[in-house]
């Protein structure tokens, strides 16, 4: 009879834990909304992205321009509907290809850290 106890304990225990982390996983949303690609030299390009609300994201951005590397690093937080917006002015001397764009998103959830990354092709002509 103590035996059929303990296994009746230990079912139910298992069946809160697996339900506790059940309610605690979540995958963190990461789409692209908008991207200004192409983009001419000396222009503004525009990245927004969707994510969940409070999220911080980073936006990196390297190109060539002239002799030199461009890197961009711009940090922002997601609004209360998940949507960040980027605007970079692009260097008038930069040279024109594809480039890539990364955003890195990371958020605490019920005490796990989420993150996300998105890679996108970048148009300079």
């Known amino acids: 009879m103590r035996k059929i106890a303990y296994r ?3 079912t139910a225990l298992l069946i809160c834990v697996l339900l506790v982390l059940e309610g605690t996983a979540r995958d963190l949303p ?19 992205v969707q994510t969940a609300p409070g999220t911080q ?8 321009a002239g002799s030199a590397e461009t890197e961009l690093a711009l940090p922002r937080r997601a609004d209360t509907t998940g949507r960040v ?3 970079w002015r692009i260097d008038p001397k930069a040279t024109p290809g594809t480039w890539p764009i990364l955003v890195h998103c990371s958020d605490e959830f019920k005490g ?6 998105l890679e996108l092709p970048f148009v300079v002509r």
């Open 8 to 10: 009746a304990l230990a």
């Open 30 to 48: 990461l789409a692209l909304v908008a991207l200004t690609s192409p983009v001419h030299p000396g222009r503004d390009a525009r990245l927004t």
């Open 57 to 64: 994201c980073m936006l990196l951005v390297r190109y060539k």
């Open 85 to 87: 917006r980027w605007t």
């Open 112 to 117: 796990s850290v989420e993150q996300r990354r």
